[in-house]
């Protein structure tokens, strides 16, 4: 028989120190380990492991109350009944996985594995910090995370930052709508090392948006019609223009943002 167990509304997977950023709020399971990608599909593997014990009692439940219950039939496909076999709805009733990752660790086999689990069928976050001044390499080729996400049309994409809440808050919301892996590619404007900017966290990572090395973008899969009507670059300044331009003003009170998870 299928035993109830109290689930967190969010299980996140890190190395190190959470980003400045972030603060963990109540339903909310963190997960230090060397391995956040690892990590997370265990996590998730673990949680689902426990919800399909649910819903395969369930499903057998309702076929026993409709008098259709075959144990020749149903015995089996109750027992081996895994998330795999949960539709998109039951889906979105677990816990949501999130892997932190900086970006200087996806090179290499760990950059695989990042584009294996968003190929793949679990609808895991995954979350990288990039530096935008700093380009990720692999072998000597500039990555661009995002822009590999959306080739393989499968993953929610989103390349946004904190300070940009309702850019943030807007891609988080959508992602959370759909059963399927999503990556968010983001800059706080801290160092990788958590170290803030002379200028101020806020204004380097506003910097990066305007100086296009940060686009602001959301890739939905979901959504019908052409590959460029899943792509939203809402958000970016003024868009027309090779550089934006704005009068000159003082920046020394510009407003520092966190969200809560």
């Known amino acids: 028989d299928a035993q109830l167990v109290e689930l967190p509304d969010l299980i996140v997977c890190h190395a190190g120190a959470l980003p400045p950023c972030f603060e ?8 230090a380990t060397s ?4 990590g997370a599909i265990e996590a998730f593997d673990e949680v689902a492991g426990h919800a399909a014990r649910v819903f395969a009692e369930a499903r057998a439940a309702r076929l026993l109350n409709r008098w259709a219950y075959d144990s020749d039939a149903h015995d089996a496909l109750v ?5 795999r076999e ?7 009733v677990l816990p949501r996985v999130i892997a932190l990752e900086p970006a200087s660790a996806l090179v290499g086999g760990r950059l695989a594995r990042l584009l294996g689990v968003l190929r793949d069928a679990r609808p895991l976050h995954v979350m990288v910090e990039v530096q935008p001044a700093r380009a990720l390499h692999d072998d000597d080729l500039q990555v661009e995370l995002g822009a590999l996400a959306m080739a393989l049309d499968r993953p929610y994409v989103a390349q946004t930052k904190p300070a940009r809440p309702e850019h943030f808050v807007a891609g988080a919301r959508r992602a959370l709508e759909c059963a399927v892996p999503a990556l968010f590619v983001v800059t706080t404007g801290f160092s990788e090392e958590g170290d803030e900017p002379e200028v101020g966290a806020w204004l380097a990572a506003g910097a990066a948006v305007d100086a296009r090395a940060h ?8 959504t019908r019609g052409t590959w460029a009507g899943r792509l939203d670059v809402e958000g970016n300044p003024q868009p027309e223009a090779v550089w ?3 009068p000159q003003s003082d920046t020394a009170d510009a407003p520092s943002f966190a969200f809560t998870l």
């Not at 963990?24 to 997960?31: A, I, K, L, Q």
């Open 24 to 31: 963990v709020g109540s339903g909310v399971r963190v997960v």
């Open 35 to 38: 391995d956040p990608l690892q």
């Open 79 to 83: 027992d081996g009944f895994t998330w």
């Open 86 to 92: 949960m539709t998109a709805e039951e889906l979105l």
């Open 215 to 222: 686009p602001l973008f959301r890739y939905d899969p979901s």
């Open 244 to 246: 934006p331009r704005y």
